[in-house]
DNA sequence: GCGGATCAC
DNA sequence: TATGGTGATCCGC
């Protein structure tokens, strides 16, 4: 495994001993299930990287110089779009449901911590004192509890995170009403006006956002990046957490400096396997993925491209969703999905869908949406996911409508060759 | 339109 | 012994 996951960087986590969290990590899990997916899902990282190196290795230099020209035209092109005029502020709570937990039982703020339904389920995060440890969100309960045995495990509350959520939105909408709440622990404001108005800038604010959240918590802290875009934002909030603010300059030095030796895994949407192909293509800091830009051109797609350039340069993300046709729209699909002891048992399997697909159906009612969609998904023991999904004839939020759909998609498949035995069911 | 894959939190 | 749940997007067909 390349374990990006479980070693890179993370806020609290810098002096990490990751050998040893490798290790400890590798042991428990080599020869699983779990690991002989990975490595399956690795294997066809390692295609699709193949695939490119040879896609750029057969390319003349006359077809490089091309794609350089081209790259540097996006570039430029892309740069006369830029604007430091906008500014945004991202907050970001520190160790989010860790802390919620240690408001209720302050002696766990002394004590590692890790939120989880269970030792076999993952944790959704740890507290700072976990982190030490190498303990970290999405790590299941017994490799954190191999790295730290007095890890404490505490079960998710979630009524307690949202009480949390809404008295942190509260101070929000005291700077923008229109604050964008991207989940219960964090949210993107623009401040723009704000300043103007009330002739501040975003370090008073992110000041002054910070004191308020902790008061209006009742203890909690958070951590607040502010710069021009929304993406730049965000980055920033991770720079000086827990408990700091990181305001970014909003000129294009600032920016292209501040840039030029972040790693690529630190911005949103570049995740483990999109950090790897980059590092195969020997860019690791958003300042190589800025260089090495006729390359990204050849070989990913345009969408790709635009995306990579964007992060390159510190340009796009700078208006509200709202200014833009795609984000003005609402939720776009409900879903419920629970693992169990994996079984072939058809008449579970059945109950256990149609118990899901009406909750999804009574979801959908609730909310006042239809569908016109129906998909389930289905995890196979060996954790590989199927997922099948059917057009429905017109929009709708029937429960038998969905739960039948649901059971002819999970029963057609399993009907398919031998028996499915599955650890997961969704629809 | 469908299915697999990736990503965030 | 044992690896979550929800929502979204993109790509290739
Ligand atoms: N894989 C994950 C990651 C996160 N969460 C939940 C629990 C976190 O508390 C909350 C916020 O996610 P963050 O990434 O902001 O992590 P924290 O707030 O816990 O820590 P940090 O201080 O790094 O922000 O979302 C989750 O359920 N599953
Ligand atoms: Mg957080």
New binding site residues.
């Given amino acids: 495994s390349y374990g990006s996951v479980f070693t890179h960087a993370k806020a609290g986590m810098e002096n990490v001993d990751r050998e040893r969290v490798a290790r400890v ?1 590798y042991d ?2 080599v020869g ?4 002989e997916n990975e490595t399956r ?1 690795e294997r ?2 390692s295609k699709r990287i193949a695939a490119m190196k040879a896609k750029g290795q057969g390319m003349t230099k006359t077809e490089w110089e091309t794609f350089g020209r081209r790259a540097d035209e996006r570039a430029r092109a892309m740069e006369r779009t830029r604007s430091g005029a906008r500014k945004w502020l991202v907050v970001d709570m520190d160790g989010f449901y860790a802390a919620c937990e240690e408001l209720y039982d302050p002696a766990l703020k002394s004590v590692p911590v890790g939120v989880a ?1 269970g ?4 944790l ?1 995060t740890a507290n700072y004192v976990a982190r030490k440890y190498g303990v970290r ?4 309960g ?2 954190a ?1 191999k790295l730290c045995p007095d890890l404490v495990f505490v079960k998710p509350d979630f009524k307690k995170y949202v009480k949390a959520s809404n008295e942190s939105r509260g101070v929000f909408a005291q700077y923008n009403p229109d604050y964008i709440a ?5 949210a993107y404001i623009e401040v723009t006006e704000y300043c103007e108005k009330h002739d501040t800038t975003m370090e008073a604010i992110a000041e002054e956002i910070r004191s308020k959240v902790k008061e209006a918590t009742g203890g909690l802290t958070c951590s607040v990046g502010g710069g021009c875009s929304r993406r730049l934002a ?1 980055v920033c909030s991770d720079f000086n957490k827990p408990n700091g603010q990181y305001i970014l300059g909003t000129t294009r030095d600032d920016i292209l400096k501040f840039l030029r030796d972040l790693p690529v895994r630190k ?9 790897r192909i980059l590092n195969e293509f020997d860019i690791k800091t958003c300042g190589d993925l800025l260089a090495k830009r006729a390359t990204m051109l050849a070989l ?5 491209f635009d995306f990579l350039l964007g992060i390159a340069l510190g340009i796009g993300t700078e208006c509200h969703p709202r200014e833009t046709p ?1 984000g003005s729209g609402g ?9 169990f002891k994996a079984t072939a048992d058809k008449a579970y399997l059945d109950a256990k869908m149609t118990e899901l697909a009406t909750e999804v159906a009574l979801e959908c009612q609730r909310l006042n949406l239809k569908g016109r ?1 129906v ?1 389930v998904k289905l995890k196979r023991s060996t954790f ?8 429905l004839a017109g929009p709708t939020n029937d429960v038998k409508t969905i739960v039948n759909s649901a059971l002819r998609l999970m029963r057609n498949e399993n009907s398919i060759g031998a028996n499915m035995t599955l ?2 069911v ?1 629809a």
């Avoid at 030792?119 to 993952?122: A, D, G, K, N, T």
């Avoid at 969100?137 to 299941?140: C, D, K, R, V, Y």
């Avoid at 991207?182 to 964090?186: P, V």
């Avoid at 911005?267 to 950090?275: A, D, F, Q, S």
């Fill in positions: 990590v428990a899990t699983t299930p779990h690991h899902k066809a990282t339904a030792p076999s389920s993952v959704t969100a999405a790590m299941p017994f490799i509890k991207g989940s219960l622990d964090e965000k911005m949103y949407g570049i995740g483990k396997t999109l950090e990913f797609t345009p969408k790709a795609e939720r776009k699909g409900v879903s419920k999905s629970e693992t969609m998909a590989d996911v199927i997922q099948r999904q059917t057009t650890r997961l969704g």
